[in-house]
């Protein structure tokens, strides 16, 4: 299961919708990802929430620390668990836990 998997399964449960807004090169030669949360499925709907990922020089790390960046602020801010196994590992991985 892909990190975009299980943020697919945590929006869903919480009746959101999440489009990635790329991960355009930055100035600096850097890439960043950004994700917009919606209420809608329709694209053109006003978000939520927009977050960005920390900007890094490889596109698929800046990808996945966007979806990071928003699974933390779907459990923090939120407040909803998200209850897929594989996000757990990622928690106990992310937290020096075995």
């Given at each position: 299961?892909?990190?975009?998997?299980?943020?697919?399964?945590?929006?869903?449960?919480?009746?959101?919708?999440?489009?990635?807004?790329?991960?355009?090169?930055?100035?600096?030669?850097?890439?960043?990802?950004?994700?917009?949360?919606?209420?809608?499925?329709?694209?053109?709907?006003?978000?939520?929430?927009?977050?960005?990922?920390?900007?890094?020089?490889?596109?698929?790390?800046?990808?996945?620390?966007?979806?990071?960046?928003?699974?933390?602020?779907?459990?923090?801010?939120l407040g909803y668990?998200?209850?897929?196994?594989?996000?757990?590992?990622?928690?106990?991985?992310?937290?020096?836990?075995?």
């Amino acid at each position: 299961m892909t990190l975009q998997d299980i943020l697919c399964q945590a929006v869903e449960k919480l009746d959101y919708h999440w489009y990635e807004g790329g991960t355009p090169c930055t100035r600096e030669g850097m890439y960043q990802t950004s994700i917009a949360v919606r209420s809608t499925p329709s694209p053109t709907a006003e978000p939520i929430f927009t977050l960005y990922g920390k900007a890094l020089p490889c596109r698929c790390e800046a990808k996945d620390n966007a979806l990071y960046s928003c699974f933390d602020f779907i459990d923090q801010t939120l407040g909803y668990k998200i209850g897929n196994v594989n996000y757990v590992q990622y928690l106990l991985l992310a937290n020096n836990i075995r």
